[in-house]
């Protein structure tokens, strides 16, 4: 099946930092979505993007399908931005992968 | 407009009691799926189901687990003669179609296995 690697698995700002997250997969891709669970482990849909660019107050998103990647951004991080970031795509079947997930801390 | 449901939020079960998890999806949504989270860990699939319909269990363990979104009511997962080893969090998803939809996940069950 289709492999999803995200990266760094962990990552710490103090807030008001910019940074950026990455997933990469190993096959074509007909649905990547970015969510945040946070810390009280609900998962909120961040980004649905499978190819293209989208942005959406302090965060965006660009899909580079061709290139077999993604990259999500966060601008002037707070502390609510805190938790785990996943990206889950959906290669040839409509079995979604997750990846392991980015696990961020923002300092006040 | 309500998203998606799940109840209960936490379960406790002894050894060997069986476990029923419910979810109930977005209005208009015919698609769910159920994903297990364990501590530290991603996502991973379970089973793809539509009304009345498992299209897809690849994910599911063989044995003590079956799934049924029936035409009336929510989804249910059900887990048999439970173990330790089915402690997680359990997550459903909805979503309006098949290949390429967005999901949209409910908030989830723990389950604890005493």
């Known amino acids: 099946g289709i492999q999803v690697e995200q990266s760094p698995p962990d990552l710490i700002l103090q807030e008001g930092a910019n940074s950026t997250l990455r997933c990469n997969f190993s096959d074509s891709v007909n649905n990547l979505q970015w969510f945040h669970q946070n810390p009280w482990g609900q998962l909120i849909n961040l980004f649905y993007?499978?190819?293209g660019t989208k942005q959406n107050g302090r965060l965006s998103a660009t899909t580079v399908a061709t290139e077999r990647y993604s990259l999500l951004y966060i601008s002037s991080s707070q502390t609510t931005d805190s938790g785990v970031y996943f990206c889950?795509?959906?290669?040839?079947?409509?079995?979604?992968?997750f990846g392991r997930g980015t696990s961020l801390i923002v300092h006040p | 407009n309500a998203g998606v449901m799940q109840n209960p939020r936490h379960l406790v079960r002894r050894r060997g009691q069986e476990a029923r998890l419910r979810c109930s999806p977005m209005k208009g949504h015919s698609h769910v799926y159920w994903y297990r989270q364990l501590p530290e860990e991603g996502l991973k699939f379970m089973v793809y189901l539509q009304k009345e319909n498992i299209i897809d269990e690849s994910g599911m363990p063989k044995e003590r687990f079956s799934a049924e979104f029936p035409k009336e009511g929510p989804s249910i997962l059900r887990i048999q003669q439970v173990v330790r080893g089915d402690s997680a969090a359990y997550f459903c998803?909805?979503?309006?179609?098949?290949?390429?939809?967005?999901?949209?996940f409910g908030p989830g069950t723990r389950l604890t296995v005493t």
């Open positions: 993007i499978p190819s």
């Open positions: 889950a795509v959906e290669g040839g079947s409509y079995i979604p992968t």
């Open positions: 998803a909805s979503s309006p179609g098949g290949i390429g939809h967005e999901q949209y």
